[in-house]
Nanobody, 115 residues
Framework: VQLVESGGGLVQPGGSLRLSCAAS????????MNWSRQAPGKELELVAS????????NYGDSMKGRFTMSRDNGKNTVYLQMNSLKPEDTAVYYC?????????WGRGTQVTVSS
């Protein structure tokens, strides 16, 4: 099983980034997928989740209206479009998969929002 995040980097406040998470080794289309983040000195926080077929998405309160999660089951990939980024969005972003086989995590990608 592999989950590989990409797309992180340094962006100015108000900017945008698109994160991707490529999955392999499990039945991707049967799993709920999530993005979580952890900022230095803070607890892990759920950012967004998407149902197995993509019809239902949920977001943390501070992300609503700015972040959009989507998935392409044909490509075994989930995405997180992040707009209007703020310095407090700085964190390591992880994707994870939850399903019958268990819970799987990627290694994360760093997002830094700074001028």
């Amino acid at each position: 099983v592999q989950l590989v995040e990409s797309g992180g980097g340094l962006v100015q406040p108000g900017g945008s980034l698109r994160l991707s998470c490529a999955a392999s080794g499990f039945s991707f289309s049967s799993y709920v997928m999530n993005w979580s983040r952890q900022a230095p000195g803070k607890e892990l926080e759920l950012v967004a989740s998407i149902s197995s077929l993509g019809g239902i998405t949920n977001y943390g309160d501070s992300m609503k209206g700015r972040f959009t999660m989507s998935r392409d089951n044909g490509k075994n990939t989930v995405y997180l479009q992040m707009n209007s980024l703020k310095p407090e969005d700085t964190a390591v972003y992880y994707c994870n998969a939850r399903g019958r086989g268990g819970v799987y995590w990627g290694r994360g990608t760093q997002v830094t929002v700074s001028s």
